[in-house]
């Protein structure tokens, strides 16, 4: 029988067009169908070989973890252990081999042999696609929230882009993201298989190095790249997880002292007494409405704050911060003289910057919420004091990620200079999504761009 095309005529003779009839309520009856493929392979595997299923997942999936990471993984929030509950049962369909009756047989093939699970055509075709689609890290380079994700292959990546429809997904993804996933024909379109890895584009690197090595001479489309694909990519995004975040200590770069945000809090009884002793300060810079500076220059002509003035949304209320206890020490007593009987303290609270993010791992920033971070103007200054301290000699320094140049090397040559502006977009990509997810300004990365004499 001919495939009805969907501007063919609607076989129901409404006279509409099929794509305008009966087309949408044929794909959604797919989609459910293919929808139950996954959990029925599942439900069949835990009831007939649950034991050989756990331990291919012990020794495949989780199989870079020791036992105290494994144990990290038992305690992450509820809805990060369903996402890895869903893509290790994923890969153990697609990927995995079980050792049933003394011989090891591929998972997919089990399921599709005789006395496996009853699958429905659609269902069949869905487990057999699975299984022969490779795992793959993409950015994605277009997105339409709430309909379609367009991904570009990380690994090889001349091939063109793939539209990908993705409802929920599309939502949350941001353009640039990285993520591995497995993108299944559906009909007329491309669909994610369900499983998804997402990976921050500044923590990517070793997992990019790898990649490049382990693939470097093989037919990327050949089943042995799938095979290194479905070890690697899983290693490196549970590593995410059981990582230590490592805090480099963080010091202000004028005094040497490690930063430390003071918070001093006061009530006004006079505001308009308050405005006039600040105004009469020669460094003392800004207004009510958008708050004072103390402003000083440093050895090298540059101008910094030592403290800032802000109102609150408690009426009368004021804020005095500091970024040393250095600062704090000098500033109390200074800003009580000049503000007088205008104000009155209330109470000191300290933030010891270093603990606060050591308290959190990496995908936990993100998630904390904004009252239990310090201000955002302080988030921001903490931000970028470690972020200069980090790439303080990044210029210079070799890394893998360019083959082991410096990237003052590797500019020298077009590829060369494509890479180091992939990379430095990439610093500026994770700063701005977790600067808007803790309502701050962002960090510029402009001191490495001119630091190579380089544009975007």
Known sequence: MKKVGRNDPCPCGSGKKYKQCCLSAEENRLANDRSNAIPRAIQWIMAMHAAAAREALDEGFFGSLDGDEYALLLDQHENTYENIVVNAMEWLL?????????????????????????????????????????????EIVDVIPGECLTLKDVMPPERPPVLVQEKSGSRLACKFDLIAARILPAEDHFELSGAAYPFPRNQSWGLLEQLRNELEGIEP????????????????????????????????????????????????KDWKALDQALSGEADIEGSRAEGWSRMFERGDGLVRSSLSI???????????????????????????????????????????????????????????????????????????????????????????????????????????????????????????????????????????????????
């Open 310 to 456: 802000d109102a609150e949304k408690r009426p009368n209320r004021i804020k005095v911060s500091y970024r040393t206890q250095e600062y704090a020490d000098e500033g109390r007593p200074w800003f009580e003289a000049v503000a007088g009987a205008a104000v009155a303290f209330v109470s000191r609270e300290i933030i010891d910057p270093e603990q606060l993010l050591a308290d959190l791992q990496p995908s936990e920033i993100r998630e904390t919420p904004v009252q239990a971070l310090p201000p955002p103007e302080m988030m921001t200054e903490l931000i970028e004091n470690r972020i200069r301290q980090l790439y303080v000699d990044w210029a210079d320094k070799p890394l893998p990620i360019l083959d082991d140049r410096t990237p003052r090397e590797a500019i020298q040559t077009p590829e060369g200079l494509n890479q180091v502006k992939f990379l430095l977009h990439t610093y500026e990509h994770g700063e701005a999504r977790q600067a808007q997810a803790q309502h701050r300004a962002p960090v510029s990365y402009d001191f490495l761009w001119q630091s190579l004499g380089i544009t975007s």
């Open 221 to 268: 489309d050949s089943p042995f790249a799938k095979e290194i694909t479905s070890v690697i990519i899983p290693d490196h995004w549970l590593g995410r997880f059981v990582s230590a975040f490592e805090i480099p200590q963080m010091f202000d770069h004028v005094t040497g002292e490690p930063l430390l945000f003071v918070i001093d809090r006061y009530r006004v």
């Open 94 to 138: 697609a990927d995995g081999f079980m050792t049933v009756k003394g011989h090891k047989r591929r998972v997919a093939e089990l399921l599709l042999d005789r006395g496996g699970p009853s699958f429905s055509a659609e269902q069949r075709q869905w487990i057999e696609c699975l299984a022969a689609t490779p795992l793959r890290l993409y």
